[in-house]
Each structure stands twice: as structure tokens, then as C-alpha cells.
Nanobody, 117 residues
Framework: QVQVVESGGGLVQTGGSLRLSCAAS????????IGWHRQAPGKQRELVAG???????NYADSVKGRFTISRESAKNRVYLQMNSLKPEDTAVYYC???????????WGQGTQVTVSS
């Protein structure tokens, strides 16, 4: 059974940067895609960025041009580089790993990102 662990969250000033990491205890050949989602208080959880193991990525309109998702296949790790951070980016960020042949993925515990204004 795959296990998912996020790290890299923290407190940063407006305009600053953070790099989130998602590690999966599963081989690349058994993973269909990995996505980053976020949830702020009182709001629905939303997709921020996703990447397939074939390297195809997608982003929410609100983060295009500021966030970049990338992967290291050898270590089954995905990163989310976040630049030009805004207070509106404040949320708990979750990693979701979807295995081949599955519809729903496995969630990590989440990592808090706080952007001060």
C-alpha cells in the first residue's frame, strides 16, 4: 500500500518562495499521476497542479506563471516550486497519488503554507 508524505511548508512574506516536496512509497511504474491540492479555512479543497508519470502537467489558473510542478522518477518524489507568493495562497497543501488502474488517489497528511501580509 502506497504511503504519501509532504514537507516544505512554512511561513513566508508576500512575494517570497517555498518548495514543497511529496514522497511516495511506490515505484514509478505503478503510479498514474501525482497532484497538489490546497484547502483554506471555509473553502473547498482545490487542485493546484498535477503531473502524470509521462511528464504531462496542468495548473490552476490562479497559480499559472508562479508555481511549477516537477518530478524525480528515481526517488518517486514530486516538487511544487511556489514563487511570488500571495496571502491568498495561504492554505494546507495536500499531495494525492493515483495508482495505475485506480480512480481515486491516496492522500498525504498535508503541510501548512502561510503567506504574511
Amino acid at each position: 500500500q502506497v504511503q504519501v508524505v509532504e514537507s516544505g511548508g512554512g511561513l513566508v512574506q508576500t512575494g517570497g518562495s517555498l518548495r514543497l516536496s511529496c514522497a511516495a512509497s511506490e515505484s514509478t511504474s505503478n503510479i498514474n499521476s501525482i497532484g497538489w491540492h490546497r484547502q483554506a479555512p471555509g473553502k473547498q479543497r482545490e487542485l493546484v497542479a498535477g503531473i502524470s508519470m509521462a511528464g504531462i502537467s496542468n495548473y490552476a489558473d490562479s497559480v499559472k506563471g508562479r508555481f511549477t510542478i516537477s518530478r524525480e522518477s528515481a526517488k518517486n518524489r514530486v516538487y511544487l516550486q511556489m514563487n511570488s507568493l500571495k496571502p491568498e495562497d495561504t492554505a494546507v497543501y495536500y499531495c494525492n497519488v493515483v495508482l495505475r488502474g485506480k480512480i481515486f488517489g491516496v492522500w498525504g497528511q498535508g503541510t501548512q503554507v502561510t503567506v504574511s501580509s
